[in-house]
């Protein structure tokens, strides 16, 4: 006997009329709808090691007889989740709309989080992303370890600085159109913090070609004695410019050979994510 789809195994799961009874039982609840429950179960049971699947091996992964397993995997197919080759079931492109459904309902900031997490935990430092908002930054998420070395900068999400104090505001202020960036040279009051605060709207200018050139930008202490962060530029499908950074003690060398080349493996995983979530 094979598994095509004409010749398989049509013993009901428990008993004598439980295969079709069964799929709207009561588990938890009136609502609960077991033969899509079951569906799912099916969808998640192909992977990388098994791409293709018969009804018999589907049934035995998800728990199920061969009947149940033959007319869930046919709705799939119908449906254009599924397709069928000599009597092996492989998930189609179509699936993928399930995770763009997720992705696209997430807001920015549960979106970035994970990405920002995996750069926070890894260097026990904050890691956060902004976007402009005229003159100042506004922090679109954040994530920090359980015991950040840097605890005396505190930006939640919906937070705001102004840009020129920030390695997130120069790398954002770095990406604007020429006529944009002159705009807000002309009209940003750049008040001095410390010593290595850019006052000079013609100093914060001579650092745009460099940022733009190495795709990051180092701060050092513009805004408070012995914190330093370095950010980098993630593109955004909408042509909105998105920014991450670490903020941290180190030094400059520390941040530049290990934190860069982290933080532009996480742009380019965020902009991933942002082209499916579009």
Not at 120 to 129: G, I, P
Request: glycine fraction near 8%.
């Amino acid at each position: 006997m094979t598994d095509s789809p004409s010749a398989i195994d049509d013993r009901a799961d428990l008993s004598p009329g439980a295969l079709d009874g069964a799929d709207d039982q009561d588990a938890g609840g009136r609502t609960y709808v077991t033969a899509f429950s079951r569906g799912l179960r099916i969808i998640s049971c192909f992977s990388s090691a098994r791409p293709s699947l018969t009804i018999a091996e589907v049934a035995k992964a998800v728990g199920l007889n061969r009947a149940t397993a033959r007319r869930l995997l046919l709705t799939l197919e119908a449906d254009g989740y599924a397709s069928q080759r000599d009597g092996r079931y492989s998930l189609t492109p179509r699936v993928l709309d399930l995770g763009y459904s997720y992705l696209s309902s997430l807001p920015l900031d549960a979106l970035l989080y994970p990405s920002l997490f995996a750069v926070a935990d890894r260097f026990r430092e904050s890691c956060s992303a902004g976007m402009l908002d005229g003159h100042d930054v506004v922090w679109v998420a954040r994530a920090q370890t359980s015991h950040p070395r840097v605890m005396t900068l505190v930006n939640r999400v919906g937070s705001r600085r102004p840009a020129y104090l920030t390695a997130l505001g120069v790398v954002l202020l770095s990406g604007l159109p020429d006529d944009r960036l002159d705009e807000y040279l002309r009209t940003a009051d750049l008040q001095k913090q410390t010593d290595k605060t850019i006052t000079s709207p013609a100093q914060l200018l001579a650092e745009t070609p460099g940022t733009r050139g190495n795709g990051r930008y180092r701060a050092d202490e513009p805004g408070e004695y012995g914190v330093r962060a370095v950010a980098v530029p993630v593109a955004t499908p909408d042509g909105n410019t998105l920014a991450i950074s670490i903020a941290s003690h180190v030094s400059a060398e520390v941040m530049t050979d290990s934190f860069v080349p982290a933080l532009k493996e996480t742009a380019a995983e965020i902009e991933h994510l942002l082209l499916l979530r579009n």
